[in-house]
């Protein structure tokens, strides 16, 4: 069985950095896509970044430039380092994966203070 298991989210100041990690495990084979998407009430899920197991990546417009999506193949480790955080940037952050099927995370929360 497929599990995603996040780290790292937490309250962080404007302007502060917080990273974020995900373990994929469980999968036969190694996700061809891994990223982050988010969540704020009453909105729907939102892309934030994807990078697929050649190492090319995806952006919403909103982060290119504070944040940087990276991964480990070998242990199937996504990384998600976010700087300038802006209030707007609160969240629920989910870890996604592709394995044939789409696989996500529980979740984790990301608080910004202005």
């Known amino acids: 069985q497929v599990q995603l298991v996040e780290s790292g989210g937490g309250l962080v100041q404007a302007g502060g950095s917080l990273r974020l990690s995900c373990v994929v495990s469980?999968?036969?084979?190694?996700?061809?896509?891994m990223g982050w998407y988010r969540q704020t009430a009453g909105k729907q899920r939102e892309l934030v970044a994807t990078?697929?197991?050649?190492?090319?990546?995806n952006y919403a417009d909103s982060v290119r430039g504070r944040f940087t999506i990276s991964r480990t193949n070998a242990k199937n480790t996504v990384v998600l380092q976010m700087s300038s955080l802006k209030p707007e940037d609160a969240a629920v952050y989910y870890c996604?994966?592709?394995?044939?099927?789409?696989?996500w995370g529980q979740g984790t929360q990301v608080t910004v203070s202005s």
């Open positions: 990078i697929t197991n050649v190492g090319s990546t």
């Open positions: 996604y994966a592709f394995i044939t099927f789409d696989y």
């Open positions: 469980g999968g036969i084979f190694s996700p061809s896509r």
